[in-house]
């Protein structure tokens, strides 16, 4: 697969493609993008909102866990497009 910013325009412009599906899959992006730039390196805030502890275990896990928690925070964002896909870490 070649690695690119992803063009939603191009993926527009084909014939086969209904504005209402375009517009539900962008507003999916958009959403996923907010949620990761929301809790991306801030973890404190992402234990609140999500209700969940997540810093304890992670801090136990590796000394640099703050780069593991963006990148959990980074595929649970994007979690069914990663779905399936073995793990690189």
Do not use: T
Not at 52 to 67: A, F, T
Not at 77 to 86: L, N, T, V
């Amino acid at each position: 697969m070649e690695l690119k910013p992803l063009n939603l325009e191009e993926w527009r412009q084909r014939e086969f493609v209904p504005e209402s599906v375009f517009n539900d899959i962008r507003n999916r992006i958009k959403g996923a993008c907010e949620f990761y730039l929301r809790y991306r390196n801030n973890p404190e805030l992402f234990e609140k909102e999500m209700n969940v502890s997540i810093i304890e275990k992670l801090r136990k896990e590796w000394h640099n866990w703050e780069e593991h928690f963006d990148r959990y925070v980074f595929r649970l964002a994007f979690k069914s497009i990663y779905s399936g896909e073995r793990s690189e870490e």
